[in-house]
């Protein structure tokens, strides 16, 4: 049976990429411009999926809602609290075929989707994607029987002592009837249909290669930005590497960099491997490196703004300042000059 159907879970808080999914929802984050879950939408098309349920919440419905009425084929499923990352599918069975997909909405593994798609199993109940991994300590793993089907779930052994090195790639072939025996409210892929699946024979592991496109940090997020811009990717092919589409009187250097269209670049001013959105402004002399400015942020002239910084919407950084180490400024702050700075004045 064909599978034509697809549903990405987008309902999380993204609490590691606040403050900008104060603003913006996650999966919408643009990357060099376009919306991250575009990417996948791309791929799925390809792969023959022409009907995509993104399962959310309620908090920042607008931003989905407009997003979903300029795709085709996109449609909403609205949760009224969070339901975990089964819940979501199982409250939508009624709209989902027999055999459908389901898909993490913050990662894209670029791979043989229709590959993938047709080696699972009609017998089995599910079939979930696995990537290869050399550290195996942060994940847990998946170890499958000679016939393929999943024998245990191993959570987070040293790379000295995995049984195997595959892990869930956030990304499963599901069928109605893995789902219909569980009433409707939260309910865990992870925690409690997969072992239960697994315990019964019907739970099938494919092994998936590709390049994996990850927004759930800064770092990522950085770098996944880094990735589409040197064109490392084929679902997106920006024109250069340092995309300007604001107005740069200053310079942009190292690897990458976006500069969206109504920022601006003071002269003097550096942008290094940063995402600079709409609106904002990086004052004269002022380096930006390894680092994301958000929407109509000011920042003052002859600051540094590194280590994976998030600035918030509308933050206001004044002259002299220094923002390293990951720090997050809420939207709409306002830093007085050199308030935050780790060189002490001279
Ligand atoms: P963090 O708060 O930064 O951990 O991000 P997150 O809330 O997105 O959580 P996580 O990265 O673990 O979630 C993985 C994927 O599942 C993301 O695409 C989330 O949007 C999605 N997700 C997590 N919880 C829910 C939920 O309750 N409902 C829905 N619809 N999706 C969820």
Known sequence: MTIHQALLLAGGR???????????????????????????????????????????????????????????????????????????????????DERFLVLNGDVVIEADLAGYLAAAQPGAKATLGLVEVEDTSAYGVVVLDDSGMVDRFVEKPPADEAPATTVNAGLYVMTRAALAVYGEGPLSFERVVFPALAAEGALQGVVIAGRWLDIGTPELFLDCTGAVLAGKTALYRPKSAHLVEGECRGTTSGGWSWIA?????????????????????VGSDTMVRHAIVGWDV???????????????????????????????????????????TFSPPQ
């Open 14 to 96: 993204g609490t590691r990429m606040w403050p900008l999914t104060a603003t913006v929802p996650k999966g919408l984050l643009p990357v060099a411009g376009v919306p991250f879950l575009d990417l996948q939408i791309r791929q799925l098309a390809a792969a023959g999926i022409d009907e995509v349920f993104l399962a959310v919440g309620r908090s920042q419905l607008r931003e989905w809602q407009q997003f979903a009425e300029s795709r085709r084929g996109v449609r909403l499923v609205v949760e009224d609290e969070p339901l975990d990352t089964a819940g979501p599918v199982r409250a939508a069975l009624d709209d989902l």
């Open 298 to 340: 000011v920042i003052g002239s002859n600051s540094i703004v590194t280590g994976a910084t998030i600035i918030g919407a509308g933050a206001t950084i004044g002259p002299n300042s220094e923002l390293d180490h990951g720090i997050r400024i809420a939207p709409g702050a306002r830093l007085e000059p050199g308030a935050v």
């Open 261 to 281: 269209a109504e920022a601006s670049v003071e002269p003097g001013a550096v942008v290094e491997e940063s995402v600079v959105l709409p609106g904002a402004v």
